[in-house]
């Protein structure tokens, strides 16, 4: 095995054993389908992937309310919204949705209307937070996926069951976390991304060997990044290659699509590799900063190297790069 011996992380759903009556918030269903399922199917391409201090009116989420479990009856979905992990008081964002599927779109305004805390946007801080979920009433009982037991905020649904459930589905959640975030403009574009970097690739390895060239407004050819991961961890020898395309947008977002990276050489044969990742780009403080999370693949392959020897790297199934511009 070529394996030389040597955190996104979104949130963990916790499997609880809930009875009809031990629950302080409710009686729980005997079987899931009665709760129908609702879930939120969000258009990413119109929605905004985090909350912008800077811009707070700005923020806007676009997307689909739809049940699994067409089925069942229920008497109406309600579309909610738990400001900063205070899910004893979720806000309603949309009440008395009766038909799905039911075209959904929320605004920072909405957001701020409907939190009675905030009277301002100016309230509202970087360790802030939002979480965005739907609320079904069936037989004139309420059926949150969250509950609160001792105090404790627990899912009513295990993470196994629900991951079967959004196989059927597609990419659509339960639940969506927006998290705050505060962006600072490129005057320049992608050119103020150029350069050489330093920090730490890959988790554990030097950034110093990464650079950055602006080939577009949006564009950055990006070269080293993934290279002392192959080479020192995989015990591969870049023989070709080394540089890929990122793309950069406006609001502080970063895109590696799918795309070859380097030829190695292992034994005498050569093997062929590729990128896929994303990330953030910062540039509010003294010099932009970066940070990336990724995955190298052997060509074709589903699974990046990351992900399949996780066990390897701490536990971690991609890759995370942070680094500052020099």
Same mark, same amino acid.
């Given at each position: 095995m070529k394996l030389a011996l040597r955190y996104i992380s979104f949130f963990t759903i916790m499997l609880v054993a809930f009875s009809c009556e031990f629950d302080e918030n409710g009686k729980m269903p005997d079987d899931i389908k009665e709760v129908c399922f609702p879930y939120l199917q969000i258009n990413s391409e119109t929605s905004s992937p985090f909350f912008n201090m800077n811009d707070p009116e700005a923020y806007t989420l676009n997307g689909i309310v739809d049940v699994i479990f067409k089925d069942i009856p229920f008497d109406k979905l309600r579309v909610v919204v738990v400001y900063s992990g205070n899910f004893e008081t979720p806000y309603t964002l949309v009440d008395n949705i009766t038909s799905v599927p039911f075209n959904l779109s929320v605004s920072g305004n909405d957001l701020l209307s409907s939190i009675e805390e905030l009277s301002d946007f100016s309230q509202i801080t970087l360790d802030d937070n939002f979480k965005i979920y739907v609320i079904p009433t069936v037989d004139g009982q309420d059926y949150p996926p969250y509950q609160l037991l001792d105090g404790k905020v627990y899912s009513t649904v295990s993470a196994s069951i629900y991951n079967n459930l959004v196989a059927f589905t597609g990419s659509n959640s339960a639940d969506v976390n927006v998290s705050v975030m505060m962006v600072c403009d490129l005057a320049n574009g992608a050119n103020d991304l150029a350069g050489s970097w330093d920090g730490t690739d890959a988790w554990f390895w030097p950034g110093s060997g990464i650079s950055t060239t602006a080939i577009s407004a949006d564009t950055l050819l990006v070269n080293g990044l993934g290279a002392p991961f192959i080479e020192e961890w995989w015990g591969e020898t870049v023989i070709e290659g080394g540089s890929f395309k990122m793309f950069v947008s406006t609001f502080g977002t970063l895109t590696i699509p799918r795309? !070859?990276? =380097?030829?190695? @050489?292992?034994? %005498?044969?050569? !093997?062929? =590799?590729?990128? @896929?990742?994303? %990330?953030?780009?910062?540039?509010?403080?003294?010099k932009p900063v970066l940070k990336i999370s990724y995955d190298i693949y052997y060509a074709g392959d589903v699974a990046g190297l990351a992900a399949t020897y996780s066990a390897y790297l701490d536990g971690n199934s991609y890759l995370y790069t942070e680094i500052t511009l020099q």
């Open positions: 795309q !070859y990276i =380097y030829t190695t @050489e292992y034994e %005498g044969d050569p !093997y062929d =590799y590729e990128i @896929e990742g994303s %990330g953030f780009w910062d540039n509010c403080g003294t």
